[in-house]
């Protein structure tokens, strides 16, 4: 029990450094316009610890969770570059539910093709890192959402997935996406959907649907993307971690 205090206030500590991090790099470094970059001073140089870091989640069942493997990195360095978020590392680490590291970093990511699946101990795990300030990132990359939908039905059954209102800080902040997330490949041919768990006022699980939004952040030539696809969706997912951040 007090292993799991130490823990939950380690995280919440974390959230409230990045957060007066993240104000001041905002003040020292305003956005130049709409997807302009505004690198700050010393980006060029190696960042001091406890900047904002990511990790993947590893999970179980035979769905890829290692897919869109340059993504996160590029979203990092992305964030880096366009002086919004201190960044504390390159690339992002890989965690389970269950691991003690999870409570570390502010945002996970999962993400797959297939079939996701946690143990009882990962749905507990996974429940107080969110309960307790942290933040999961879910981008379907074609084929995942039956089965995420049944864990996230796990995590929080009192608490539904819902789809968000594009008038919502995630479609407006540090870009405006007014007619919603973008779409980066067809897949079923629909819109693209973006649905969250909110508790207490605050997102705790984002899910982005139909969307394909980690494909759009991979490496230049992975995809048949064009450049302002790409574009699109790094400016939605640096969105997604500055409300990270901030909330």
């Not at 957060?19 to 470094?29: D, G, N, W």
């Not at 316009?33 to 035979?62: C, H, M, N, V, W």
């Not at 964030?79 to 590291?101: C, I, S």
């Not at 946690?118 to 089965?147: H, P, T, V």
Request: with cysteine; net charge negative.
């Amino acid at each position: 029990m007090r292993s799991n205090c130490l823990q939950r206030n380690t995280l919440a500590s974390r959230l409230r450094s990045l957060f007066v991090a993240t104000l001041l790099t905002s003040l020292a470094s305003p956005l130049q316009g709409d997807g302009a970059t505004a690198t700050r001073a010393g980006s060029q140089g190696a960042e001091p610890a406890g900047g904002f870091t990511i990790a993947r989640l590893k999970y179980s069942g035979g769905g890829d969770w290692y897919s869109d493997e340059t993504s996160l990195q590029n979203l990092l360095r992305a964030l880096r570059t366009r002086g919004q978020v201190r960044v504390g590392h390159d690339k992002e680490a890989v965690v389970t539910a269950a691991d003690p590291e999870l409570w570390n970093y502010p945002m996970v990511f999962v993400t797959g093709h297939g079939n996701v699946k946690l143990n009882e101990e990962e749905i507990r795990s996974l429940r107080r890192y969110l309960d307790q300030g942290g933040f999961l990132w879910a981008d379907d990359n074609f084929g995942m959402d039956k089965s995420f939908r049944e864990v996230m039905r796990r995590v929080y059954p009192e608490t539904p997935l819902v789809e968000l209102p594009f008038t919502h800080e995630v479609f407006r902040y540090p870009h405006e996406f007014p007619a919603g997330a973008p779409k980066v490949h067809e897949h079923d041919g629909g819109p693209a959907r973006v649905y969250a768990i909110v508790r207490n006022g605050r997102i705790a699980v984002l899910y982005t649907y139909d969307c394909d939004i980690g494909n759009g952040l991979e490496d230049e030539g992975i995809h048949d993307d064009q450049p302002e696809k790409r574009e699109a969706a790094m400016r939605f997912a640096i969105n997604i971690a500055t409300y990270a951040v901030t909330n």
